[in-house]
């Protein structure tokens, strides 16, 4: 069953830009070694945060990418950018 992964942060209008591009970069090597995600939607928020939801095939895809996640040096360098971050866990229940 499909699962997501969602975030939420803030990132200074400075950064964006290179957030964007480190973000791509991250987005990259993770379906390289863990094909299950399927999407990665990144939305701006009114209030000027943002979400950012992963989508993977499975649960134990998902747990899998995230173990592995201090082999990903794009992962602390994406991070740097944001503050004030939250993280959910959630399995897709409806999509249409």
């Keep these: 069953m499909p699962v997501a992964r969602s975030h939420r942060y803030s990132v200074a209008d400075i950064d964006l830009e290179e957030f964007l591009a ?5 987005i990259a090597t993770v379906r390289e070694g863990h ?6 939607v990144l939305i701006r928020l009114e209030d000027g945060t943002y979400t950012d939801t992963w989508h993977w095939e499975t649960a134990e895809q998902m747990g899998a990418a995230f ?30």
């Design 35 to 40: 094909p299950g995600l399927t999407r990665a």
């Design 67 to 96: 173990a592995a996640l201090p082999t990903f040096p794009e992962a602390p360098l994406t991070m740097a950018l944001t503050r004030d971050g939250t993280a959910l866990n959630g399995q897709v229940v409806d999509e249409r």
């Design 22 to 26: 480190r973000r791509s970069s991250l």
